[in-house]
Each structure stands twice: as structure tokens, then as C-alpha cells.
């Protein structure tokens, strides 16, 4: 059983710190639907375990040679998607003081985000991406 030795001394046990999940939530996303090296959930062991518990055949790895192939997901993005998404972060103004400029924190040459902090995401999925700012990224 898992009981940590200082579990005695928290008033509530059961606590989680919301921002550091969201950081990891966001994290995650923003690393499966840029496919970023080490970063994306989208991986071999996934695909493996689609194959183990036969689902989504479409996306089970498959064998080419010495090579194993992992076909596209429909949550993966082109270049040119990945490249729409990169600059429309880019060009987020947000007050002095709201955040970190997000535009710093976006690598067009590689089309990732580098350097995020838990305010960053919270802003992120709080405000930038749910309010409608999708519908640039297509």
C-alpha cells in the first residue's frame, strides 16, 4: 500500500495542486498534437497497448522491414497546421503582467513551445485556446 511518512502530518490528504496538473494536462496536449519528440503520449507503448486490448485497429503499429511504422492519428497535425498554430500563438497580445509572452515561448524553426510555466498553460487553456482562437489553426 502506498503511505507516504508524512501523509500524518497534511490536514487533507487528498489535495492535489490543480496547477501543476494542468501544466502536465496542457503539456501533454500541446506535446501529442505538435508531435514532439519525447513529449507526445502518442507513442509505441500506446500503440502496443491499442494492439493488447484490440481497439482502434487503424492505429495498431505495423511492421516494415527492421522498422516499425505508426500510422497517423486524426489528432495529428500537418506541417502546415502545426506551422498555423505556432504563429497564431505568436501574435497573442496579452496586458503587461498576465502572463509571460507566450510569443518568447513558441519555436517556429522546430514548431514547438519551449519553456511554459503552470500560469502559462492555465492561460492557455483558460483563455487563449477556448475562446475560439481554434478555429485559426485549420
Known amino acids: ?8 502530518d ?3 490528504r487528498h489535495c492535489i495542486d490543480v496547477m501543476h496538473v494542468e ?7 500541446i506535446g501529442t498534437l505538435l508531435n514532439i519528440q519525447g513529449k507526445t503520449k502518442d507513442g509505441l507503448n500506446t500503440r502496443q497497448d491499442l494492439a493488447e486490448m484490440a481497439i482502434r485497429a487503424q492505429l495498431h503499429p505495423r511492421s516494415g522491414g527492421k522498422k516499425i511504422y505508426l500510422p497517423l492519428a486524426c489528432h495529428t497535425l500537418s506541417r502546415k497546421e502545426k506551422m498555423s498554430f505556432c504563429q497564431c500563438l505568436r501574435c497573442v497580445k496579452v496586458p503587461q503582467g498576465y502572463s509571460s509572452n507566450i ?3 513558441v519555436q517556429l524553426k522546430y ?3 519551449v519553456g511554459l510555466k ?4 492555465h492561460i492557455l487553456d483558460a483563455t487563449i485556446v ?3 482562437h481554434a478555429r485559426h489553426f485549420a
Do not use: A, E, T
Request: include cysteine; charge should be neutral.
Open 103 to 105: 510569443k518568447s515561448l
Open 23 to 29: 501544466k502536465n494536462i496542457c503539456d501533454s496536449v
Open 111 to 113: 514548431l514547438k513551445l
Open 130 to 132: 477556448s475562446r475560439g
Open 118 to 121: 503552470s500560469h502559462d498553460c
Open 1 to 8: 500500500m502506498f503511505d507516504p511518512p508524512y501523509w500524518s
Open 10 to 12: 497534511l490536514d487533507v
